[in-house]
């Protein structure tokens, strides 16, 4: 067990829905990361929050929007959902604020999203 | 451009025996960080190893060692005494200032562990 939670562990919608996926970090760690891993993209960086405020970002559609609340916790907010969209999400944290390339990043158990 | 490659999409190895999952890097960066990570089929990610590009040793933890050799930009990991647990995917990442720290994946090599 990393430590980091992820609900829910499944998610069933349909086009054009919105979902929001939530994450909560490590004790201790302020960097919360997101990942999108699908078959014909493998493990793709979305984008990371590092205490509260958005630190980096990288793959992520318009239509994905994230934030980190006071208390560390995360959620990802997918919305106008496309069968494209069907992957596993996952969360990731660190106690680094995403400019030590030592530190390991430690993953939540993911939220398998299918879009029907 | 793929900054880290891994070029077996899968392996089979008997129970007891060691294997090793090839990982190749591409950074110009001197300081970067490489990782291991196993995703069983349940889904979540494990992370197994970590080694720094000015480790002097190659790091080890437990069953799971890195054979790192820089001037090759390889790190490979061997997996020691095969148990039936390891079968899985493995992915190699890495973390450098040229991709902003960003964890960058490699495709990932499946383990099948035979009985």
């Known amino acids: 067990d990393s430590g980091v939670t992820q609900t829910p562990k499944h998610l069933i919608t349909a086009t054009g829905q919105r979902v929001t996926l939530r994450c909560s970090p490590r004790s201790g760690d302020l960097s919360v990361y997101w990942y999108q891993q699908s078959l014909d993209q493998g493990l793709q960086f979305l984008i990371q929050?590092?205490?509260?405020?958005?630190?980096a970002k990288g793959n992520i559609l318009e239509r994905f929007s994230a934030q980190q609340f006071p208390d560390l916790h995360s959620e990802l907010n997918l919305s106008s959902l496309e069968l494209g969209d069907s992957a596993l999400y996952f969360c990731a944290s660190s106690v680094e604020g995403g400019r030590d390339y030592t530190a390991t990043q430690y993953f939540g158990p993911g939220t398998r999203l299918t879009v029907l | 451009a793929q900054k880290i490659t891994q070029t077996q999409p899968g392996m089979f190895v008997q129970e007891k025996e060691a294997v090793t999952l090839d990982c190749t890097y591409d950074t110009s960066d001197p300081s970067y960080g490489l990782f291991w990570y196993k995703q069983p089929s349940s889904g979540e990610m494990i992370f197994l190893i970590y080694q720094g590009s000015y480790d002097q040793q190659n790091a080890t933890e437990g069953r799971y060692s890195l054979n790192f050799q820089k001037a090759r930009k390889s790190a490979n990991l061997v997996i020691s005494a095969s148990q039936l647990g390891d079968s899985a995917m493995y992915f190699c990442?890495?973390?450098?200032?040229?991709?902003?720290?960003?964890?960058?994946f490699g495709a990932g090599t499946t383990v099948t562990v035979r009985a």
């Open positions: 990442a890495m973390r450098d200032r040229s991709n902003d720290y960003k964890l960058s």
């Open positions: 929050y590092y205490n509260g405020e958005e630190r």
